[in-house]
């Protein structure tokens, strides 16, 4: 069996702590020097994540275009590279043969091929093709040149009979996190043949608890992540619009004023965000929150100057950013880090489209 990906809110372990270091302000050259590290060589505590290389270059190559710094790579080996972790059916006659046909993470879920050049074992999932898409469309790949049919009549093998979405056709945990990537897949191909809409909704909706958040599944306790990606996808399904607290959020298919008062609870005293109450701030709180709130209307109610100051306490001397102040930065915290900034409009970096993840200009593709 193939190990399990990186899903959007796990991530890779942290070396040990370093000495305290908090600067004034947002350094950004450190941070695209960081990335800029990384897209060329991964430090050795990655190397138990090599299976999830394209989420780790989703962070990479999307957080220079956040920086305004896309120009650092090569776009067009990039889009070499991504496509070549397509997976494709060994004839036009097996679209419904129960396997996804989506993206692998890394060339150790693609195994030999035959001698046509098919892959003989499909690992194609999810959270991989959500990134896979989202680096193509970040370069200025046209996404019409994917054979979208395929893969969006594939992913519907993926969804199960409550609505939800299990990652990968042999079988895995089915929870909110695949929801929002099947959400973003169609709506990025501009397609939802890819999956059940209203049983989709239905699944969502049952997550929501009794505290107001979402927990990944129904009866589960609410977290940040996973209220997020509840959140995005309904976003993207059309079932909520924009600003939903000043348009009528009395009759949205959610308890709004739940959700607003569970997740305002999570910004804490040092100005930081927790992903469920009695946690630690951590940094990636400040996008799955704070980006949940963007998408409702809310983020007027955050106290961005806390959340600044705190930010700044987690970012490193080398560039980037750790998951708690005076440790060593990561690529995922990294990553979450500067969508933060981004959301709280910090000079000379491109502005966040909160629902996919990406920028404004590579989502719109202007």
């Not at 060994?90 to 035959?114: A, I, L, V």
């Not at 599944?217 to 079932?239: D, I, K, N, Q, W």
């Not at 569970?262 to 630690?280: E, H, S, V």
């Given at each position: 069996?193939?190990?399990?990906?990186?899903?959007?809110?796990?991530?890779?372990?942290?070396?040990?702590?370093?000495?305290?270091?908090?600067?004034?302000?947002?350094?950004?050259?450190?941070?695209?020097?960081?990335?800029?590290?990384?897209?060329?060589?991964?430090?050795?505590?990655?190397?138990n994540?090599?299976?999830?290389?394209?989420?780790?270059?989703?962070?990479?190559?999307?957080?220079?275009?956040?920086?305004?710094?896309?120009?650092?790579?090569?776009?067009?080996?990039?889009?070499?590279?991504?496509?070549?972790?397509?997976?494709?059916p060994?004839s036009?006659?097996?679209?419904?043969?129960?396997?996804?046909?989506?993206?692998?993470?890394?060339?150790?879920?693609?195994?030999?091929?035959?001698?046509?050049?098919?892959?003989?074992?499909n690992?194609?999932?999810?959270a991989?093709?959500?990134?896979?898409?989202?680096?193509?469309?970040?370069?200025?790949?046209?996404?019409s040149?994917?054979?979208?049919?395929?893969?969006?009549?594939?992913?519907?093998?993926?969804?199960?009979?409550?609505?939800?979405?299990?990652?990968?056709?042999?079988?895995?945990?089915?929870?909110?996190?695949?929801?929002?990537?099947?959400?973003?897949?169609c709506?990025?191909?501009?397609?939802?043949?890819?999956?059940?809409?209203?049983?989709?909704?239905?699944?969502?909706?049952?997550?929501?608890?009794?505290?107001?958040?979402?927990?990944?599944?129904?009866?589960?306790?609410?977290?940040?992540?996973?209220?997020?990606?509840?959140?995005?996808s309904?976003?993207?399904?059309?079932?909520?619009?924009?600003?939903?607290?000043?348009?009528?959020?009395t009759?949205?298919?959610?308890?709004?004023?739940?959700?607003?008062?569970?997740?305002?609870?999570?910004?804490?005293?040092?100005?930081?965000?927790?992903?469920?109450?009695?946690?630690d701030?951590?940094t990636?709180?400040?996008?799955?929150?704070?980006?949940?709130?963007?998408?409702?209307?809310?983020?007027?109610?955050?106290?961005?100057?806390?959340?600044?100051g705190?930010?700044?306490?987690?970012?490193?001397?080398?560039?980037?950013?750790?998951?708690?102040?005076?440790?060593?930065?990561?690529?995922?915290?990294?990553y979450?880090?500067?969508?933060?900034?981004?959301?709280?409009?910090?000079?000379?970096?491109?502005?966040?489209?909160?629902?996919?993840?990406?920028?404004?200009?590579?989502?719109?593709?202007?």
């Amino acid at each position: 069996m193939a190990e399990p990906e990186l899903e959007p809110m796990e991530e890779p372990p942290s070396p040990p702590p370093s000495d305290s270091y908090s600067s004034p302000e947002f350094d950004k050259d450190r941070h695209v020097t960081f990335l800029q590290m990384m897209y060329q060589l991964l430090p050795w505590q990655y190397q138990n994540q090599e299976i999830n290389r394209l989420t780790l270059a989703y962070f990479v190559i999307s957080g220079l275009d956040l920086l305004s710094s896309i120009d650092r790579v090569d776009k067009d080996a990039i889009v070499r590279w991504v496509l070549s972790f397509q997976a494709h059916p060994k004839s036009e006659d097996e679209p419904n043969d129960g396997q996804f046909y989506g993206f692998h993470g890394s060339r150790t879920s693609q195994f030999p091929g035959e001698s046509r050049g098919v892959m003989s074992h499909n690992g194609s999932h999810l959270a991989s093709t959500y990134c896979a898409l989202s680096i193509l469309k970040i370069v200025g790949y046209n996404l019409s040149s994917i054979d979208s049919e395929m893969m969006l009549t594939s992913m519907r093998n993926l969804q199960q009979p409550d609505g939800s979405f299990m990652p990968i056709h042999i079988g895995a945990e089915t929870d909110l996190r695949f929801m929002y990537c099947a959400a973003a897949i169609c709506f990025m191909l501009e397609d939802w043949r890819g999956m059940d809409k209203e049983k989709a909704k239905e699944y969502i909706i049952n997550c929501q608890s009794y505290e107001g958040g979402f927990g990944l599944t129904p009866g589960s306790e609410s977290h940040g992540g996973a209220t997020y990606c509840a959140v995005a996808s309904l976003r993207l399904m059309g079932f909520i619009g924009d600003d939903l607290l000043s348009n009528s959020a009395t009759s949205s298919i959610v308890n709004v004023p739940l959700l607003l008062s569970w997740i305002l609870q999570r910004q804490a005293t040092n100005g930081g965000f927790q992903g469920r109450p009695n946690k630690d701030s951590d940094t990636c709180y400040a996008f799955w929150v704070g980006a949940t709130l963007r998408i409702l209307g809310g983020h007027k109610f955050i106290d961005e100057k806390e959340l600044h100051g705190f930010l700044l306490t987690c970012q490193s001397e080398y560039g980037g950013f750790s998951k708690f102040p005076g440790q060593f930065p990561d690529l995922y915290h990294s990553y979450y880090g500067i969508t933060a900034f981004s959301l709280l409009g910090e000079s000379g970096m491109s502005s966040l489209c909160v629902e996919l993840g990406i920028t404004d200009q590579a989502a719109t593709g202007i």
